[in-house]
């Protein structure tokens, strides 16, 4: 009985596969996945940007708890004094920040809550509707990043003047309901975040659009929301240069009525800093209360770009 060798089974044609088609497995290495432990080099870097970051509201502290001429002494304080209370009420009767604080406000909650409406309607619109003209109309919104402010203040001054609204709180409100970088901000989230399934999902349901903006986009766009809300807050009540022109001294702002502090011919420096400590409170409160919900949103927006 004779042994035959097995026959190769007739080619088809069909293609074989290369060595360079093969792909070599995964190799995760040891500790992949894990959360990074930080070392001494790290602390310590952080350590140093967070002194750097608390000293001038330190000094400013400081400063506000001084006499003027402590202050500007040729060896500066570095600790604590016993006039911060002396110079706070000082600060507030002569600038009646009472009155500016209650404007600034207004004017900073009125800003935010517009712009966030219209920047996240704005931002849906560009980022997941299909309209003629959307490209050109979103480059027209960035192009206007690069106009600087100071040349629209002169035919803006004209404009308030003419409807009405010199010395008005309006003024200050108005021109700033809007921003191009809130839309663009927006927009770029939405782009990321919100997908279109949930879009037809929400119109086969028989949802208009009114219903998709409140129960769809909303939700998904509050992280980005809480993020711009608190760039805007902050950049609306910091804002001098426009409220200085638009309002008076009768009608100010804070920032404005702080103008005022260091407006004489020999500024008290304590005074001014106690009245810059005050100014800076109302913000260091907003942060404490939303500090969780803005990182929050500042992590999200990482992980969802």
């Known amino acids: 009985m004779t042994m035959t060798s097995p026959t190769k089974a007739p080619e088809l044609g069909l293609p074989q596969p290369s060595h360079r088609a093969t792909r070599r497995p995964i190799r995760f290495r040891p500790g992949a996945g894990k959360q990074l432990q930080g070392g001494p080099f790290a602390y ?18 400081v400063a506000a708890s001084h006499t003027q001429d402590e202050v500007l002494a040729t060896t500066p304080p570095f600790l604590l004094g016993g006039r911060l209370m002396h110079n706070l009420n ?13 404007n600034s406000v207004i004017v900073s909650s009125c800003i935010t809550a517009a712009t966030l409406f219209f920047c996240t309607l704005a931002g849906y619109a560009f980022a997941k509707m299909r309209f003629r003209g959307r490209g050109g109309l979103m480059t027209a919104v960035i192009a206007t990043l690069t106009i600087p402010p100071q040349l629209s203040v002169v035919p803006l001054f004209m404009m308030m ?7 008005k709180l309006e003024s ?21 975040a919100l997908p279109y399934e949930l879009i037809e999902a929400a119109k086969v349901d028989g949802a208009n659009n009114f219903r998709i903006v409140r129960s769809v986009v909303l939700p998904v766009a509050r992280p980005a929301m809480t993020v711009l809300g608190m760039l805007t807050f902050v950049q609306a009540w910091n804002d001098f240069f426009w409220p200085y022109l638009a309002l008076n001294q009768q009608n100010p702002t804070l920032q404005v009525a702080l103008g005022q502090l260091s407006a004489s ?11 810059a400590l005050i100014s800076t409170l109302p913000l260091l409160v907003v942060f404490v209360i939303f500090g969780k919900q803005i990182v929050g949103g500042i992590m999200s927006g990482a992980v969802k770009g």
């Open 44 to 61: 310590a870097a952080l350590a140093v940007v967070g002194i750097g970051s608390l000293l001038p509201l330190y000094w400013t502290l």
């Open 90 to 102: 000082a600060a507030w009767s002569q600038a009646h920040l009472g009155k500016a604080i209650v």
């Open 161 to 167: 003047s003419d409807i009405g609204w010199g010395g």
């Open 172 to 192: 200050v409100i108005f021109p700033t309901l809007v921003s191009a970088f809130g839309v663009f901000f927006m927009r770029q989230y939405l782009t990321e």
């Open 265 to 275: 011919y020999t500024p008290d420096q304590s005074i001014v800093m106690a009245g």
